[in-house]
């Protein structure tokens, strides 16, 4: 059974700091890539940051240098640390996975996590 279990949202003033966890089944940690992404209110969904298939992190361009993606593979969780937030990150942030890279950059993939609201104000 496919599961992803997001949690850590929350609300934070503009410039502060949330660190969000995204838990997966075993299945999922180790045999799928994962990616995290945020659908504004109003707004289409898009991606924040994904696991490219060679390993290494890649990141939405409203998000460089300020987010971060790490890994711990003894909890198989995925960990989002957003610093400097700012208004325009508020949004439901998405944990997903699939066993194709190409369609988390379509953000297309097959499995979903409930969603963690953020919500950031100035």
């Known amino acids: 059974q496919v599961q992803l279990v997001e949690s850590g949202g929350g609300s934070v003033q503009a410039g502060g700091s949330l660190r969000l966890a995204c838990t997966a089944s075993?299945?999922?940690?180790?045999?799928?890539?994962m990616g995290w992404f945020r659908q504004p209110p109003g707004k289409e969904r898009e991606g924040v940051a994904i696991?490219?298939?060679?390993?290494?992190?890649s990141y939405g361009d409203s998000v460089k240098g300020r987010f971060t993606l790490s890994k711990d593979n003894a909890k198989n969780t995925l960990y989002l640390q957003m610093n400097s937030l700012k208004p325009e990150d508020t949004a439901m942030y998405y944990c997903?996975?699939?066993?194709?890279?190409?369609?988390?950059?379509?953000?297309?993939?097959?499995?979903w996590g409930q969603g963690t609201q953020v919500t950031v104000s100035s």
């Open positions: 696991i490219e298939n060679d390993g290494s992190f």
């Open positions: 997903a996975a699939d066993r194709f890279v190409w369609k988390l950059i379509q953000i297309a993939p097959d499995y």
């Open positions: 075993k299945d999922i940690y180790d045999n799928y890539y």
